[in-house]
T-cell receptor
Framework: EAEVAQSPRYKITEKSQAVAFWCDPISGHATLYWYRQILGQGPELLVQFQDESVVDDSQLPKDRFSAERLKGVDSTLKIQPAELGDSAMYLC???????????????FGPGTRLTVL | KQEVTQIPAALSVPEGENLVLNCSFTDSAIYNLQWFRQDPGKGLTSLLLIQSSQREQTSGRLNASLDKSSGRSTLYIAASQPGDSATYLCAVWDGGGFKTIFGAGTRLFVKA
């Protein structure tokens, strides 16, 4: 069964260091999403891509976060410098089209648990 | 601004009980609503997707309904089992913001 892959699964870093997360969506899925989930809360959208283009990054703290999907397939989310408040689960999801259109279910990867010390 | 609320925040039931989880949203301009399950420390597993034109969807022991005009959805779980213990999240595709908005989830514990 096709799955969304993410790595690493866990990351511990010190404040002010740089971290990067990688996501490989389900093959053929045009839309890719990055979410941040704080313990006890629902996921919050950071950025969504349609192929290689950013559709929405209004919630992405652009002074320290960046995301790219250069060839419209896999994607990288970077934080530089990391702050204590960035400790959270970072989730990647993909869908065949934009989630608002048709039967476009979102499928999630296992997430990356980030701890900033 | 779209807001999604899930009540109750936590629920504990004995095995075999039928139960209902609630999800409400403030703006009825949604394209679809999706229910997910999340086990501790894991990613989200899609359970059911309901299009805005639909009233309900069923999968096995799960049934989800949608009343867009009143801003409500329910997830019905029949004959609950200990393996159903998890956090259940609902999410709407918000037509106004053109993005997915999640509720905070209901944490379910089914006692054997």
């Amino acid at each position: 069964e096709a799955e969304v892959a993410q790595s690493p699964r866990y990351k511990i870093t010190e404040k002010s260091q740089a971290v990067a997360f990688w996501c490989d969506p389900i093959s053929g899925h045009a839309t890719l999403y990055w979410y941040r989930q704080i313990l006890g809360q629902g996921p919050e959208l950071l950025v969504q891509f349609q192929d290689e283009s950013v559709v929405d990054d209004s919630q992405l703290p652009k002074d320290r976060f960046s995301a790219e999907r250069l060839k419209g397939v896999d994607s990288t989310l970077k934080i530089q410098p990391a702050e204590l408040g960035d400790s959270a689960m970072y989730l990647c999801a993909s869908s065949a089209g934009l989630a608002g259109g048709g039967y476009n279910e979102q499928f999630f990867g296992p997430g990356t648990r980030l701890t900033v010390l | 601004k779209q807001e999604v609320t899930q009540i109750p925040a936590a629920l504990s039931v004995p095995e075999g009980e039928n139960l209902v989880l609630n999800c409400s949203f403030t703006d009825s301009a949604i394209y679809n609503l999706q229910w997910f399950r999340q086990d501790p420390g894991k990613g989200l597993t899609s359970l059911l997707l309901i299009q805005s034109s639909q009233r309900e969807q069923t999968s096995g022991r799960l049934n989800a309904s949608l009343d867009k005009s009143s801003g409500r959805s329910t997830l019905y779980i029949a004959a609950s089992q200990p393996g159903d213990s998890a956090t259940y999240l609902c999410a709407v595709w918000d037509g106004g913001g053109f993005k997915t908005i999640f509720g905070a989830g209901t944490r379910l514990f089914v006692k054997a």
